[in-house]
């Protein structure tokens, strides 16, 4: 088995979210970011998270984002193109109105 890590790899990148202050997709920038990978030489698999620090462009409202992926998620679109199906977690966008 084998492990890597390495912070800020995303840093400064633009990225479409759905902001819940915007109520649209806008651009994000990433703060900050950590990434996990790993690989296991026994059976071929694959797996990676990317803890993100992102912040809206448009309302500069901060937000946490966390992309999960594993190679056992990949689905065959056509005879030469895969899609991942990476798991995309956004935290920090709860509102309470009192």
Request: hydrophobic share 25%; with cysteine; proline share 2%.
């Amino acid at each position: 088995m084998t492990d890597s890590y390495e912070e800020n790899r995303t840093k400064g990148q633009l990225l479409p979210v759905y902001c819940s202050k915007c109520y649209r997709d806008t651009q994000h920038r990433v703060i900050s970011s950590y990434e996990s990978n790993g690989s296991s030489e026994d059976d071929g698999e694959d797996w990676g998270s990317s803890s993100q620090i992102i912040q809206c462009q448009g309302c500069l409202e901060v937000s946490f984002r966390r992309v999960n992926s594993y190679s056992g998620w990949w689905q065959q679109v056509s005879e030469n193109e895969c899609d991942p199906g990476d798991q995309i977690i956004l935290y920090g966008y709860a509102t309470i109105f009192l």
